[in-house]
Structures are given as structure tokens and as C-alpha cells.
T-cell receptor, first 113, second 116 residues
Framework: DQQVKQNSPSLSVQEGRISILNCDYTNSMFDYFLWYKKYPAEGPTFLISISSIKDKNEDGRFTVFLNKSAKHLSLHIVPSQPGDSAVYFCAAKSNNNAGKSTFGDGTTLTVKP | NAGVTQTPKFQVLKTGQSMTLQCAQDMNHEYMSWYRQDPGMGLRLIHYSVGAGITDQGEVPNGYNVSRSTTEDFPLRLLSAAPSQTSVYFC???????????????FGEGSWLTVV
């Protein structure tokens, strides 16, 4: 039972346009959500996060939206840049078990110049 | 500024051999975990620890052992390597604090393991 799902394995966008990466979850106990970015041959690095008490968090070009009723979150990148090309992982955790984070399968974003 | 350090970076094993992937962090983090990433798949949790002396199983624990004798170290042991364990392994750590510091996971650079 995959509790965090990223249904789009890949996404291609033009430089300067918006990239929207989606993530769905099934466990209603999750109360903190994070996005990670991963380049080839490197470990994932933290990008942005959101608590379940919020519906939006913004950091520069990156905005994460949370729709708790739909158990859905999305990452918006505006404007997209070629350097944003990477694999993006959605992750979720519960304060009841804070040492354990569950990741989705990732979405490979390609930003074309 | 080491962060999370994993060794070795690359390893080839024969089926049935055992080995240990080392992981150390210098951020005094309470939480540590091991993930594996297979082609086209996400990060699957193998084992995790919420503090020295405490470990628990993740999603795919079979064939692996862990121990946490110190806050800094969290080695992952492959007991009898199988081709199905060919993967990229990531060690990670995070703080038990609240808010941003308590929810950001720091990853090592990965260990590429091939079992033939």
C-alpha cells in the first residue's frame, strides 16, 4: 500500500513557464509534507515543506499547496529554469512517528531552454 | 561541514557475501534512517532509529540489520547479499526538534551496491 503517490513519472516544460508537480497521499495521520530535489549521483536535498495547518507555503520561485480534504499537494516552480531539471520527491511524515518519513516514487522534471 | 557521510560509495558483492554500509552524521541528530532507491522507484525506507539504542523496521527491512550504539553512527548490514539488493542506498538524519529543524532530512551522497 503506497501511502505517498506521484502519478506522473516525468514532466517537461519550457524555460520560463510554470512547472506543476503533484503528489497524493492516503494516510490522514500525515501532518508534515516535504519536497526534495535530487540530481543524478547525489543525495536528495530539501526544497520546501508545509505543515498540515497551512494550505500554502512560498519560498522564492517555489510554492507548495496543500489540499487536505483531497489529500493532495502540489509544487509550483515559477519561472522554471534549466537548472531545475532533476527528480522531485514528495515526502510525508506524522508527528506520532516523527522518525519515519514516507517518500513517493518521484517525478523527473526536464526544463528545456 | 561534513553532514551525513556514507562509505563506501561503490561496492560489488558476490551473492551470499555480507557487508556493512557505514553512516555517520555530525549534526547531533536524534533520527537516522536508511533508504534504498531502485531504478524508476522512489526512496523506500529500510530501517530507522529515533535515538541511540532504538531501531525499527521500515517498508523493506528483510535481509538487512541495523544497530545504533551511538548518536553519530548508524551502520546497515547486509547479512547474505542477493541480486535483489542491488540498489543505491541513502543514509539520512534529522533532528527531533519542532518546526523547520525537526522536519528537514539530510541525506548522504549515496552508496552504489551491485550484487552479482
Amino acid at each position: 500500500d503506497q501511502q505517498v503517490k506521484q502519478n506522473s513519472p516525468s514532466l517537461s516544460v519550457q524555460e520560463g513557464r510554470i512547472s506543476i508537480l503533484n503528489c497524493d497521499y492516503t494516510n490522514s495521520m500525515f501532518d508534515y509534507f516535504l519536497w526534495y530535489k535530487k540530481y543524478p549521483a547525489e543525495g536528495p536535498t530539501f526544497l520546501i515543506s508545509i505543515s498540515s495547518i497551512k494550505d500554502k507555503n512560498e519560498d522564492g520561485r517555489f510554492t507548495v499547496f496543500l489540499n487536505k480534504s483531497a489529500k493532495h499537494l502540489s509544487l509550483h516552480i515559477v519561472p522554471s529554469q534549466p537548472g531545475d531539471s532533476a527528480v522531485y520527491f514528495c515526502a510525508a511524515k506524522s508527528n506520532n512517528n516523527a522518525g519515519k518519513s514516507t517518500f513517493g516514487d518521484g517525478t523527473t522534471l526536464t526544463v528545456k531552454p | 561541514n561534513a553532514g551525513v557521510t556514507q562509505t563506501p560509495k561503490f561496492q560489488v558483492l558476490k551473492t551470499g557475501q555480507s557487508m556493512t554500509l557505514q553512516c555517520a552524521q555530525d549534526m547531533n541528530h536524534e533520527y537516522m534512517s536508511w533508504y534504498r532507491q531502485d531504478p524508476g522507484m522512489g526512496l523506500r525506507l529500510i530501517h530507522y532509529s529515533v535515538g541511540a539504542g532504538i531501531t525499527d523496521q521500515g517498508e523493506v527491512p528483510n535481509g538487512y540489520n541495523v544497530s545504533r550504539s551511538t548518536t553519530e553512527d548508524f551502520p546497515l548490514r547486509l547479512l547474505s547479499a542477493a541480486p535483489s539488493q542491488t540498489s543505491v542506498y541513502f543514509c539520512a538524519s534529522s533532528s527531533a526538534g519542532t518546526g523547520f529543524s525537526g522536519n528537514t532530512i539530510y541525506f548522504g551522497e549515496g552508496s552504489w551496491l551491485t550484487v552479482v
